[in-house]
């Protein structure tokens, strides 16, 4: 069954700490991203990866890090340098090159106590 | 940088009213342009694409959509709306091969039995 598994799907962290968010895809998409999504903001891109071992800064990118180690993983790091991380993270992947569909997982939702 | 503009935040319907949920970019060049729905628990979906060809694209579930180049706008219609259509809906443009997508803020349609 094919598709994108995000965990977990809740996350509660305490201020100063860094939590990293995990994001897999059986789907051989190239293409990865991570959004979060704040509500009345839409979706704001912060990073996105169009190859193994290469990724780009998305518009938010400030406090967070990212890796591309393999096709089918896309962690994303939320760092204690973010001065406000809670929110719903959602991992994407791409597909038909250049026409960039996106397929979404379930998300995970962060919540900084 | 591309930018996506969704006019109306909450909108509330009854059920076979029809619908219309405004979309605008401002990008100078080609575009492809995209609707997303997000059902209440589920996740976020394609719901209709255009990339070139026939401006008026039809999606899943009846709905449709028309690119108007002269006004930077692809707006989502649906003749007869159903309580199943509750959801939130995201506009997302990106030029081709820019490798992401820019997403408008949402619009929360509440479809009323």
């Known amino acids: 069954d094919g598709g994108i598994t995000q965990s977990p799907k809740y996350l509660f962290r305490k201020e100063g700490q860094n939590v990293t968010l995990s994001c897999e895809q059986n789907?051989?998409?190239?293409?990865m991203y991570w959004y979060r999504q704040d509500p009345g903001q839409g979706l704001r891109l912060i990073y996105y990866?169009?190859?193994?071992?290469?990724?780009q800064k998305g518009d938010i990118a400030e406090g967070y890090s990212v890796s591309r180690e393999k096709k089918e993983s896309f962690p994303l790091t939320v760092t204690s340098a973010q001065k406000n991380p809670t929110a719903f993270y959602l991992c994407a992947t791409g597909q038909e090159s250049g026409a960039n569909v996106l397929t979404f997982g379930a998300g995970s939702r962060l919540t900084v106590l | 940088a591309q930018s996506v503009s969704q006019h109306n935040h909450h909108v509330i319907l009854s059920e076979a009213a029809s619908l219309e949920l405004g979309c605008n970019y401002s990008?100078?060049?080609?575009?492809?342009l995209f609707w997303y729905v997000q059902y209440p628990g589920q996740h976020l979906q394609l719901l209709l694409k255009y990339f070139s060809g026939d401006p008026l694209v039809k999606g899943i579930k009846g709905f449709e959509a028309e690119f108007i180049k002269s006004k930077f706008s692809f707006n989502l219609r649906k003749p007869s709306v159903q309580w199943s259509d509750t959801a939130e809906y995201f506009c997302?443009?990106?030029?081709?091969?820019?490798?992401?997508?820019?997403f408008g803020d949402g619009t929360t349609l509440t479809v009323k039995p």
């Open positions: 997302a443009v990106n030029p081709p091969y820019a490798g992401k997508s820019t």
């Open positions: 789907l051989n998409h190239d293409a």
């Open positions: 990866s169009q190859i193994v071992n290469d990724f």
């Open positions: 990008y100078g060049g080609t575009v492809n």
